[in-house]
């Protein structure tokens, strides 16, 4: 299958940093990312679609002044967690889909596990 | 917005036994449902779909049923392993305008007890 690569795998940082995530497609170009946050025992949220090119569609209730998502080139989204705090601690996940023009499976990266301290 | 409910959120069976996950999803133009496994820590990884045009999917032990009617689809998985422990996320998927954008049910972490 498709290969999503997310980076890091995991990250600690002070509070009132920020912090970057960058989420690749190796294989496939991807003009569509997704990221999500997911805390222990519950379901992945999505947060944000991410379009190349142009602005992320933020959900409802996401900050997108706090979760800052850059959708580059058709391989490369980041998502930078600006001024983190405790509250931001969570594990983020970014998908990509193979072909826009069907619905099919979203390819997963390995996920980050942020820890703000 | 569509809405997946999923049921149980905790399933435990011992091995060898069948373990049914159920989802429902609100919106009729849904019209792909994916089912993925996400081991502790790891990413998610699709383990079977089903498409609004068919009512039964199976691989080896595992099989989905889709009911567009009553808009509920399940997930059958028989001869449990204990290696088949995990979440199991439920999704519809659906494009409001844009992408396809799949809507995930909570989640259901099946413990499979040897």
């Known amino acids: 299958g498709a290969v999503v690569s997310q980076h890091p795998s995991w990250v600690i940082c002070k509070s009132g940093t920020s912090v970057k995530i960058e989420c690749r497609s190796l294989d496939f170009q991807a003009t569509t990312m997704f990221w999500y946050r997911q805390f222990p025992k519950q379901s992945l949220m999505l947060m944000a679609t991410s379009n190349e090119g142009s602005k992320a569609t933020y959900e409802q209730g996401v900050e997108k002044d706090k979760f800052l998502i850059n959708h580059a080139s058709l391989t490369l989204s980041t998502l930078t967690v600006t001024s983190a705090h405790p509250e931001d601690s969570s594990f983020y996940i970014c998908?990509?889909?193979?072909?826009?023009?069907?619905?099919?499976?979203?390819?997963f990266g390995q996920g980050t596990r942020l820890t703000v301290v | 917005g569509e809405n997946v409910e999923q049921h149980p959120s905790t399933l435990s069976v011992q091995e060898g036994d069948s373990a049914v996950i159920k989802c429902t999803y609100s919106d009729s133009a849904s019209n792909y449902f994916p089912w993925y496994k996400q081991e502790l820590g790891k990413r998610p990884q699709l383990i079977i779909d089903?498409?609004?045009?068919?009512g039964e999917k199976k691989d080896q032990r595992i099989a989905v049923t889709l009911n567009k009617t009553a808009k509920h689809f399940s997930l059958h998985i028989t001869e449990t392993q204990p290696e088949d422990s995990a979440v199991y996320f439920c999704a519809a998927s659906i494009k409001p305008g844009g992408s396809y954008i799949p809507t995930f049910g909570r989640g259901t972490s099946l413990i499979v007890h040897p």
């Open positions: 998908s990509a889909r193979v072909s826009e023009e069907h619905n099919t499976e979203a390819f």
């Open positions: 089903i498409r609004s045009n068919v």
